[in-house]
């Protein structure tokens, strides 16, 4: 099994940036895939960024062309950079490897 924990998020203004970093620790070889989640207050949970090991990308329209997800290896962390960013960014966002588990969250707040 793997652990995960988020860390970077925080309050800005809007169209400043945030980077996230999620660690991995645990059978970090057996992660394939690295997902990024938001949940906003009231609202479902939603994918919105995705990482296969072979360098394949997934973003969610919500987030493409501003966010990008990457990794290092040597780090086991993953990273959410976050460009742009608007008040309906402002959500608690999680890492997950699916069927396996998620990190506990990162609060970013993002004000007008």
């Known amino acids: 099994q793997v652990q995960l924990v988020e860390s970077g998020g925080g309050s800005v203004q809007a169209g400043e940036s945030l980077r996230l970093s999620c660690v991995a620790s645990?059978?970090?070889?057996?992660?394939?895939?690295l997902q990024w989640h938001r949940q906003a207050p009231g609202m479902e949970r939603k994918l919105i960024a995705g990482?296969?090991?072979?360098?394949?990308?997934m973003y969610s329209d919500l987030v493409k062309g501003r966010f990008t997800i990457s990794r290092d290896a040597a780090k086991n962390t993953w990273y959410l950079q976050m460009n742009d960013l608007q008040p309906n960014d402002t959500a608690i966002y999680f890492c997950s490897v699916p069927f396996d588990s998620w990190g506990q969250g990162t609060q970013v707040t993002v004000s007008a």
């Open positions: 645990g059978r970090v070889d057996l992660i394939q895939i």
């Open positions: 990482l296969i090991n072979d360098g394949s990308t």
